[in-house]
């Protein structure tokens, strides 16, 4: 993963706050149509002749890492087949055309290894040709690869989070400790708690921790928490284990106690989510000031949530990146930190987001607080990286000419438009949000 940080001091000025009700009205945000263009090309670099140590292992097999990449190996046991391609995450139009097909190695098996970046993180299966001809991926590429696409029988990691809920595996490079992707491995959900949602349809679930839990060993009961709120609720709670990956970050001490909230995206995801109305003010306007003023539903009684809002986290990625943004934009003096990935910021003109961001900083300066904002794009989800890039330098750039309070911070994950680096990052990045960035100085800009 790479980043870059920009953190801009200011006393903000005695500059009226802009009327960010106006700023967010629905008429001005009319959604474009969902762009058509082709999937760019990926280079893919396939290495043939590589030493086998062990044919007998399955699953994904790290064969070296040097810096940057690594080589890893995989294979697939399909006699039938005519054709066998690694089918990853952001792969979808693969240079040359063949370069993630695998080959055959006798008995059935099909063997590919690639070099591939060393913090790599993917969802993958397996698309499987077992007619005549070439395989079709190879013109139509691999997103939709015109064949049966199968889970890694040999995998250790694997969700169903993707749209459809097809079984996935997971490769993932780096060591993620308590933050990996998907359930972990034989560990019991931890109950999740239904709470009234007025105003809103979707089912809205709580976790949170509590005196007594591995890590809380200092919590008070009476203590305020601080509050991470999920969009995709459903994929967090159901299929990733997200509340099992939260409690095992706070034993840890990565994550102090916290609680969250997992707000189901529902049927209507285009409708309610990528939107300023929908969630995002649903969130502002009413979930927070709710679970702060009467606390989180709890058997043991309501667990009381932080007013500080630096403490207070919305996430979301594609259309609920969108609406983690729209909802730190929209209240900024309740939700103080953002943490958006992939962000289909394609849905509007550019730059559009820039002046409710600009005029959010300015309504925070106003409260005495700063707005902090965490971007995060995939090495291959073509122009996502530099779509953010763009909005946040616009935002940035103002900000330091007006002098007012601005924490924004972009990291380029070696990843696709995919769950098994979302889960992770979102994570990590909650746990810089919570414990402090290390190393974040006041300046232009800073790499890290």
């Not at 976790?207 to 995709?232: F, H, K, S």
């Not at 916290?258 to 409708?271: I, K, M, N, T, Y």
């Not at 930190?337 to 992939?342: E, F, H, L, T, V």
């Not at 000419?401 to 924004?408: H, K, M, N």
């Amino acid at each position: 993963m790479s980043a870059a940080s920009r953190v801009m001091a200011g006393s903000g000025g005695e500059s009226p706050v802009d009327d960010l009700e106006a700023l967010l009205a629905p008429e001005r945000w009319e959604p474009l149509p969902r762009p058509t263009d082709a999937e760019a090309s990926v280079p893919v670099h396939r290495v043939d002749g590589v030493p086998a140590p062990d044919r007998s292992r399955a699953g994904p097999e790290v064969l070296s890492r040097t810096g940057a990449t690594a080589l890893v190996r995989f294979r697939h046991h399909a006699p039938s087949a005519s054709a066998v391609a690694l089918h990853a995450s952001g792969w979808w139009r693969p240079e040359p055309a063949d370069a993630c097909d695998l080959r055959p190695t006798g008995g059935g098996w099909w063997e590919g290894t690639f070099e591939v970046p060393s913090d790599w993180r993917a969802s993958y299966g397996f698309a499987v040709h077992d007619g005549p001809g070439d395989p079709p991926w190879w013109e139509a590429g691999l997103k939709q690869p015109g064949a049966a696409v199968v889970a890694d029988a040999g995998a250790r990691r694997g969700h169903r989070a993707a749209r459809g809920g097809a079984a996935r595996s997971v490769i993932a490079l780096p060591e993620d400790g308590p933050f990996g992707c998907g359930p972990p491995t034989g560990e019991p959900a931890p109950a999740l708690h239904r709470l009234d949602s007025p105003g809103i349809d979707e089912p809205v679930r709580g976790w949170v921790a509590r005196p007594g839990d591995p890590g809380c060993e200092q919590l008070r009961g009476d203590e305020a928490l601080p509050l991470l709120i999920l969009t995709d609720g459903a994929q967090h709670a159901d299929l990733l284990g997200t509340p099992q990956r939260l409690r095992r970050g706070v034993a840890s001490g990565l994550l102090p106690p916290l609680a969250a909230v997992f707000v189901d995206s529902g049927p209507q995801r285009g409708e309610m989510l990528g939107v300023p109305g929908g969630h995002a003010r649903w969130i502002a306007e009413t979930l927070v000031p709710c679970l702060q003023a009467e606390g989180l539903a709890h058997p043991d009684g309501p667990v009381p949530i932080t007013a500080d809002p630096s403490r207070v986290v919305v996430a979301g990625s594609s259309f609920g990146g969108l609406t983690a943004l729209f909802t730190a934009a929209r209240a900024p003096h309740r939700v103080g930190a953002a943490i958006a990935q992939s962000v289909s910021l394609w849905r509007y003109p550019e730059g559009a987001l820039a002046a409710p961001l600009l005029a959010a900083a300015r309504r925070a300066a106003a409260e005495g607080t700063s707005l902090r904002l965490t971007l995060q794009a995939g090495r291959f989800e073509g122009t996502m990286h530099a779509q953010a890039a763009a909005l946040l330098e616009t935002v940035l750039d103002a900000a330091e000419r007006e002098q007012v309070p601005l924490e924004a911070r972009l990291e380029l994950c070696s990843g696709g438009h995919d769950w098994a680096w979302w889960q992770p990052e979102m994570l990590t990045a909650l746990a810089a949000l919570l414990r402090g960035i290390e190393g974040v100085e006041t300046g232009r800009v800073l790499s890290v």
